[in-house]
């Protein structure tokens, strides 16, 4: 369903009780004879704050209301039982508004977990349909070539074998990816506490991206603040955030474009910075970008290969790990990404 659709009928409702009150209050002065007009006139604000805040308005009408009935004895009204009438209808249609408002907002609020299960749904379909599809079929394909390769074409085989290694492993980094980002949500990720050199664990995972690296034609620098930095961690989760941070910012760098990873070791924590001179995330979707399958339009636009995953478990395991992340990019410039964990 439409937001627009219910502002609308949000909108008609209020003009309906407005005139409604309007009406009301003109019944009220010309047909029951009271005399002090003015005092209904706070019963059409009182509505609408009741409609817009909800039960704050309520709560504001009871207090306004109460006012209303004190102010008749300072206008020299003797009837009593007309003050706590107009005091009574005040709040009956203040909690009516309130009522309206509240059941408006919680069916906002299901439409947008509706739509938000729609759209996880659609992309778990593209998910399998297209990044797990694909690798598979090229598997099937490369693997039929191989059997109709001749005998002592031994360096052609060696190469089909390699592209069916390189694609087996990305199908299998994509299911773990997904698997991985479902254990987290679901509590099953259990933390082994070990003494681990950063700084080494880094240095290992650099020189496996040298390939990856050397193909883009891109330079890495690695700065730390010591050259040895202990963290009392899990080396197993802290490998997958760092993995997945570095083949982002590898991924979404163009080829002869710059990354540098640094290390600051602080009081009680350790700092890391991954920066790159890439394409950069669109302002105002930054604050999306850690959300599961989210990928910026910019990057949607120039058709590079992504799960939408990465980011989400970064964060995901960083907070699991008692640390935080954030970043600051400008599009067609580039992006640092910080993270902070506990020593």
């Not at 009406?23 to 609408?48: D, K, N």
């Not at 002869?256 to 640094?262: D, F, H, L, Q």
């Amino acid at each position: 369903m439409n937001y627009q659709k219910i502002k609308r009928k949000r909108l008609i409702i209020s003009a309906t009780l407005l005139i409604c009150s309007i009406a009301l209050t003109l019944y009220c002065r010309f047909f029951l004879g009271i005399e002090v007009v003015f005092t209904h006139f706070f019963y059409i604000p009182i509505i609408l704050v009741s409609i817009w805040w909800g039960y704050w308005g309520l709560v504001t009408s009871l207090g306004l209301g109460l006012v209303l009935v004190i102010s008749h004895f300072f206008t020299g009204s003797s009837n009593f039982v007309e003050d706590l009438m107009r005091a009574f209808f005040l709040i009956v249609v203040s909690y009516l508004s309130a009522l309206v408002s509240t059941g408006e907002k919680r069916l906002i609020g299901n439409l947008q977990e509706s739509e938000k299960i729609i759209q996880i749904r659609e992309s778990v379909i593209h998910l399998l349909s297209h990044q797990l599809l694909s690798p598979l079929t090229s598997i099937r394909w490369t693997s039929e070539l191989l059997q109709k390769t001749k005998e002592g074409e031994t360096s052609k085989k060696n190469e089909l074998l390699k592209q069916i290694n390189v694609l087996t492993k990305k199908a299998i980094d994509l299911i773990n990816d997904f698997l991985s980002l479902n254990r987290i949500e679901l509590g099953k990720v259990k933390l082994s506490i070990k003494k681990t050199d950063v700084v080494a664990l880094l240095d290992k995972i650099i020189s496996e991206k040298e390939e990856e690296l050397k193909n883009k034609k891109q330079n890495l620098s690695f700065r730390k603040s010591a050259p040895v930095i202990d963290m009392e961690s899990d080396i197993v989760l802290l490998r997958q955030i760092f993995e997945n941070m570095l083949s982002n910012a590898i991924k979404y760098t163009p080829e002869g474009g710059n990354i540098s990873i640094t290390i600051k070791e602080l009081k009680k924590e350790v700092q890391f910075e991954i920066s790159d001179t890439g394409y950069g995330i669109p302002k105002a979707e930054q604050n999306k970008i850690f959300e599961i399958f989210f990928r910026a339009s910019n990057i949607r636009k120039l058709e590079i290969a992504g799960t939408g995953l990465g980011l989400s478990i970064v964060k995901s395991l960083t907070e699991f790990c008692g640390g935080r992340v954030w970043l600051k990019s400008k599009e067609g410039k580039g992006t640092t990404f910080f993270l902070v964990l506990p020593i």
